[in-house]
Structures are given as C-alpha cells and as structure tokens.
C-alpha cells in the first residue's frame, strides 16, 4: 500500500500581508531599521544641516552675527580672483602630490624590507607605527624646536651653510618640513596596509620567478607591484584626501608662514572665521567640499572591479 502526500499551498487569506523584501529577495530585519535611522538622523542634524547652512550664509555678507544681506554668487566670484585664494590651493595640492609620492615610497621600501626573513621584524613593526598614536600638533612642535634649534646647531658645527638657518624661516624651504612631518607621521598607517598585501601574495609565485632566473629587482616589477597594486591605490587616494586637509601640523611648525608662504587651504579657512570672513571664507569651504567629492568620486570611479582585502 503506497501512501500519496498531497502538498497544499496557503491561499492569499491564510497566508496573510506579504512581508517586504528587498529586490535581492531577503528579509530586511527590524533591527536593521533601529541602527540605521538613529545613525543618519545623527548625520542629518550634525553633517548636512550645517553644510547647507553654511552654503546658505556663502551667498550672503554674514560676519558671524548680526545682520546680513544676500549676495548671490559675488564671493565665489572674488574667491576665483583672490590670489592668496589661489596660492592657498596651489600650496595644498602641490603639498599633497608631494607628499603622498614621499610617503607611499618609504612605507612601500619598508613593508618590503620588513616582509623578509630578519631578525627583530615584529619589533620593528611596532616601532614604526608610534607615530601613528601621537597627535599631529605634538609632533608638530617637537618637530619644530629640532628644526629651529637642533638641526641649524648641527649643520653650524660641521660646515654646513644651507641649514644654518632654520628651514621654517625660508619660504622656499619651509613647505620641505611640513612634507617631512606629514609623512612621517602617515607613513604607519600606509605601512600596514602594505604589509596586508604583501603577506596575501603565495610564496610560490617568487619560487617560480626565480626558478626562471627573475633577480629581486624584477620580481618586485613583475610580481609585488601588479599584486598590491589594489593597495597602492587605495593608500594613494586615502594619502591625497588626508593631505589636503592639513592644518595641525602647519599651525605647530610655521603657522602659515613666512607670510602666507605655507597657508593651507584649511588653516585659511579657519582662520577666516575669526577674522570677519565668515561668508567669504563658507564660500572657500564650499568649493573645498566640492573638491574633496571630487576626489572621493575618483577614488570610487578608480577602485571600481578592484577586489582588495585588508
């Protein structure tokens, strides 16, 4: 005797509302709801309510209280004419392209030096990434007491005429010590990254190229590049994005001196805001903003297909 089952399907009614589903066909949980709405309400009221406010009072002559009236679009109009406006991105930018190549050189030199089998690697690690802990205005003014003291000392006691003076003092050569902070204080962080990507690559991809005869040099070319170049990249725009918002370290070495010769575009904003510029300057930072999703959209646009775990 064969015993037959008979499947029976609920109708409409018995089955009850449907539950919503996203397109992908999975179930959105309730709690998902409880993270996210009290997240971007936070955003809201802290993030985008003031930057539209601030977009607001740019088309305005707003002094930071008071009265004011509107504008429309004469100071973007003076801040595309004002030269130190100019020199201001100029510096930034120059500053970050600068930078970014310095840093992501010796991060990647070391990550590759500290990925061979040597004696005392881990130690050296955690040696390098102290600078990642201190705080920027810190370094900054340790930083310049060794270049207004220290080093024009040293340079007095061997010979040497060009270091004399203090660097933060020649404005050709005090944007050479903001570089020189910067990048040692973000070389650690673009340091673990690189290691991240160095130890995904399988061994036996170098045992095979030097099977082939490939010498250390080419190996690197051929075989580390192409493999972390996910890492470089990322490191690179990350590198760029944090460069152009430099304000700490240029307030601890030269304050935007000599003159306005290492005036970021930062510091001059900040410092318009207490100056009387306030409308002015929310115009500077609105553009800033654009600039900055600009680069972000790059970073997107860039990184887009490229699969990179860190």
Not at 117 to 124: E, G, K, S
Not at 176 to 205: D, F, H, K, M, R
Request: net charge neutral.
């Amino acid at each position: 005797m064969t015993a037959h089952a008979t499947l029976s399907l609920p109708t409409a009614e018995e089955a009850g509302p449907p539950s919503r589903r996203p397109a992908g066909g999975r179930r959105v949980e309730p709690v998902y709801y409880l993270f996210l709405v009290p997240t971007l309400l936070v955003f809201t009221a802290f993030v985008v309510v003031p930057a539209l406010i601030g977009v607001f009072y740019s088309l305005t002559d707003y002094v930071g209280f008071g009265r004011w009236s509107f504008l429309g679009l004469r100071n973007y109009a003076a801040l595309f004419t004002d030269p130190r406006m100019l020199e201001s991105y100029g510096f930034t930018l120059g500053f970050a392209l600068v930078t970014v190549v310095v840093a992501q050189v010796i991060a990647l030199a070391l990550a590759v030096a500290l990925s061979r089998r040597i004696r005392f690697a881990t130690t050296l690690r955690t040696v390098f990434v102290i600078p990642m802990v201190v705080s920027g205005i810190v370094v900054a003014y340790v930083f310049n007491f060794l270049f207004s003291n220290s080093l024009p000392a040293i340079a007095t006691a061997v010979g040497f005429g060009p270091l004399e003076e203090s660097i933060l003092g020649n404005p050709d050569l005090a944007w050479l010590s903001i570089v020189i902070v910067s990048a040692w204080q973000t070389i650690p962080g673009a340091l673990l990254v690189y290691t991240a990507g160095l130890t995904s690559i399988p061994n036996e991809l170098y045992e095979a190229s030097a099977l082939d005869g490939a010498s250390p040099w080419r190996q690197f070319r051929s075989v580390t590049v192409p493999l972390i170049a996910g890492f470089i990249l990322i490191n690179t725009i990350l590198g760029v994005k944090g460069y152009l918002g430099v304000y700490d370290v240029i307030v601890g070495l030269t304050g935007g001196g000599p003159g306005t010769a290492t005036s970021s575009v930062a510091m001059t904003i900040f410092s318009g805001f207490t100056g009387g510029d306030y409308a002015y300057q929310m115009a500077n930072a609105t553009v800033f903003l654009i600039v900055t999703a600009l680069i972000s959209v790059a970073q997107i646009v860039a990184t887009r297909g490229r699969a990179v775990k860190l």
